[in-house]
């Protein structure tokens, strides 16, 4: 909603200014996909932060069931968890 929001706007400006038809338009795609970028990337941050502050409590719940790594079973170790960054891909290549 933010990328329409900034792309109306980039072209109601780019009119002001006098810029012509394909002016208004390039800057107007260029200001919808910095602002959709953005938009992604505060998201993404928030998703991390919400993994992390989760982490320890799941690690912790993990370790205590019957098939973790201390009780003898042969669960993963959850020290360097790379399954709470959602841009990284899983180790056997697939997203």
Request: one cysteine or more; aromatic letters at 4%.
């Amino acid at each position: 909603m933010a990328g329409i929001a900034a792309m109306v706007l980039t072209g109601i400006l780019g009119t002001a200014m006098g810029l012509n038809n394909t002016g208004t338009f390039m800057s107007s795609c260029v200001a919808f996909v910095a602002v959709a970028m953005w938009a992604d990337s505060q998201i993404s941050r928030r998703r991390r932060e919400a993994a992390r502050e989760t982490a320890p409590t799941a690690a912790g719940e993990t370790a205590r069931k019957p098939g973790s790594e201390e009780a003898g079973g042969t669960a993963r170790r959850s020290g360097a968890d790379l399954s709470l960054d959602a841009d990284r891909p899983k180790p056997d290549g697939h997203g």
